[in-house]
Nanobody, 123 residues
């Protein structure tokens, strides 16, 4: 069993920054998993944002967030972060943390998901 707990969401003005955290734990948690962030805006499908590996420098971003968002990790804390800069109103969504194989997280069908954290960007 894997638990993923997101935090750090909130309300921010356009152009501002937020940092999301995802703490991973559980009996079956594995560093073989890739960790990813997704988001879902009202009335829209869930969208891949970024992913990384616990054991290498691999990262991958959606084009919509590249150069604005940075995914990182703290192995000692089993925590993954999403630093979001230059936020836009269209970044407003519930942000979810996910864990699974690379193919599963990029494909959007990861096995393990957090409960989500709301990010609202005002114009």
């Amino acid at each position: 069993q894997v638990q993923l707990v997101e935090s750090g969401g909130g309300l921010v003005q356009a152009g501002g920054s937020l940092r999301l955290s995802c703490a991973a734990s559980g009996r079956t948690f594995s560093r073989r998993y890739y960790m990813a962030w997704f988001r879902q805006a009202p009335g829209k499908e869930r969208e891949f944002v970024a992913t990384l590996s616990w054991t290498s420098n691999y990262t991958y971003y959606a084009d919509s967030v590249k150069d604005r968002f940075t995914i990182s990790r703290d192995n000692a804390k089993n925590t993954v972060y999403l630093q979001m800069n230059s936020l836009k109103p269209e970044d407003t969504a519930i942000y979810y943390c996910a864990a699974d194989s690379l193919g599963a997280v990029v494909g959007g069908f990861a096995t393990h998901w957090g409960q989500g954290t709301q990010v609202t960007v005002s114009s």
